[in-house]
């Protein structure tokens, strides 16, 4: 079960994601070597903050909007992003999943060398059924994966990221609960990869930039 924490600790929780989901990182990188992107050279990005050591994902396997897995086979062969959400969220899915958008818009026009996709993963099982996600993708991109399963299952994709997740109960709200949830976006290489981080606020023109330097793509 997802925590449930009081309205009047929101706030708190938000604020303190940031530092946790840092720590989160860091504690993941130094439990086993791997090849170190910091013995290249610099990669110079304006919003994302690369990883200083590639890691691969733990196992985890979820279930997309029409009923496929989505795990770590999922991710090989190309670029992922990954934001995390739930479709009731009344602002920051929506802002993000329409910039993801304008993002895949703007990739598509550039007509990249290297392929890539993007991932909505819900953190709220609960109500986020199949049916559900599959609306919710085709009203932003019917081509972004919607994905979720259990909570263990989440939380073997969550916790190594960094993502935070809390259900919030509330009076004020008919849905009887929220999510609070973190708004960074993932992105994963064609390794299967933690490879960089693109925390808010985002920027579509920026997070193509960024992805063009980290990926190496070419235009053709």
Not at 99 to 119: H, N, R
Not at 160 to 177: F, H, N, Q, R, S
Not at 201 to 214: R, W
Request: aromatic share 10%.
């Amino acid at each position: 079960m997802s925590q449930v924490i009081p309205n009047g600790k929101t706030l708190l929780f938000i604020s303190t994601g940031i530092v946790a989901l840092m720590l989160g990182v860091t504690v993941w990188l130094s439990q086993t070597p791997s090849p170190r992107i910091s013995d290249l050279p610099a990669t110079k990005t304006q919003k994302a903050t690369v990883l200083p050591e590639l890691k691969a994902l733990p196992p985890f396997s979820l279930s997309d909007q029409t009923g496929r897995r989505f795990n770590n086979q999922s991710l090989l062969g190309q670029w992922t992003f990954i934001s995390f959400g739930y479709t009731y969220c009344p602002d920051i899915c929506p802002t993000t999943l329409a910039m993801l958008t304008q993002l895949d818009q703007q990739l598509a026009a550039q007509v990249i060398s290297a392929p890539y996709q993007v991932a909505f993963v819900s953190i709220d099982p609960e109500r986020d059924t199949p049916q559900r996600l599959a609306e919710y993708m085709d009203y932003f991109n019917p081509a972004f994966i919607g994905a979720t399963g259990s909570e263990l299952e989440l939380q073997r994709l969550t916790r190594p990221l960094g993502i935070l997740y809390a259900k919030v109960m509330t009076e004020k709200c008919a849905l009887d609960y929220v999510m609070d949830h973190s708004a960074s976006i993932v992105l994963v290489d064609p390794q299967g990869r933690y490879h960089a981080l693109f925390s808010p606020p985002h920027d579509a023109g920026l997070m193509l930039d960024d992805f063009l330097t980290i990926s190496g793509n070419t235009t053709l």
